[in-house]
């Protein structure tokens, strides 16, 4: 049994966090590192299973070392594909977000690099939008009271600062382009910020779009919100 609750807890946890690194870097199709994932919570939950009879029926034999280890490998196994699962059952299948849903800002800088990417450049309206302000009301245009060009430097840096690769070029008069790569599936979500004056204030609008997936797991929202908060810390920052 030993054996077997080693075995099962090493390949669940290798099942669940090797797809990330092979889809990013070794080639693999993304839907065979997604059943990677969703198997693997099962081998996973086979070896606590494993580990909950070893205890009751051998525990004066058992090793709470290894035992410990191998427990922590299967928990993995397990907790990460559920808390994705469950993060998408709490938002919308969409991959397009911004703040303007009448007049998204568009993609120019970025428009070559999304050539061949499965989602396409423009924006879809209708029923992603009615599911963006049903989900994340909180997401539209925002005032901000400096001057464009202040805003603009300080939007510069704030791209920066998020560690996101800005594309610049083509791109429209005060707006900004970038893409930002997520760590585990090296996923490349892109993000076009427009800026508008309005009196001695600026109009913000931001979109964020992933290339690939239905759902984004809300994190176009997440990196909107993030973005709005690090340009207000670098507006204000006492």
């Known amino acids: 049994m ?8 090493i390949i669940g946890f290798l099942m669940v966090v ?21 198997y ?26 290894s035992t410990f280890v191998f427990a922590v490998l299967a928990l993995i196994a397990v907790a990460m594909p559920v808390s994705m699962m469950g993060k998408a059952s ?3 299948p969409i991959h397009d977000i911004t703040t303007d849903v009448t007049n998204p800002p568009a993609f120019v800088a970025i428009a070559p690099l999304r050539e061949n990417a499965p989602n396409p450049i423009t924006y879809e ?11 994340y009301p909180e997401i539209r245009t925002q005032l901000l009271a400096q001057s464009i060009d202040e805003v603009f430097a300080a939007s510069e840096r704030t791209i920066d600062a998020l560690g996101w690769e800005r ?15 997520t760590q585990w599936f090296g996923f490349k979500d892109d993000v076009v910020i427009r800026l ?7 109009l913000v609008d931001i979109r964020s779009k992933s290339r690939v997936g239905r759902s984004d797991l809300g994190k176009n929202a997440e990196r909107i919100d993030t973005f709005l908060t690090a340009l207000r810390a670098q507006l204000n920052p006492n």
């Open 2 to 9: 030993k054996a077997l609750i080693a075995l099962t807890s």
């Open 167 to 181: 594309v610049a070029d083509g791109a429209l008069p005060y707006t900004l382009e970038a893409t930002d790569t």
């Open 90 to 92: 709490t938002v919308p």
């Open 125 to 135: 309206g209708g029923e992603v939008t009615r599911q963006q302000i049903d989900a």
């Open 196 to 202: 508008k004056a309005k009196d001695d204030n600026t």
């Open 18 to 38: 090797l797809p990330g690194p092979l889809y990013q870097y070794a080639g693999v199709d993304l839907g065979t590192a997604f059943t990677s994932l969703r």
């Open 40 to 65: 693997g919570v099962y081998v996973g939950g086979a070896a606590i299973i494993l580990i909950i009879l070893q205890v009751l029926i051998k525990r004066k034999s058992v090793s709470w070392g």
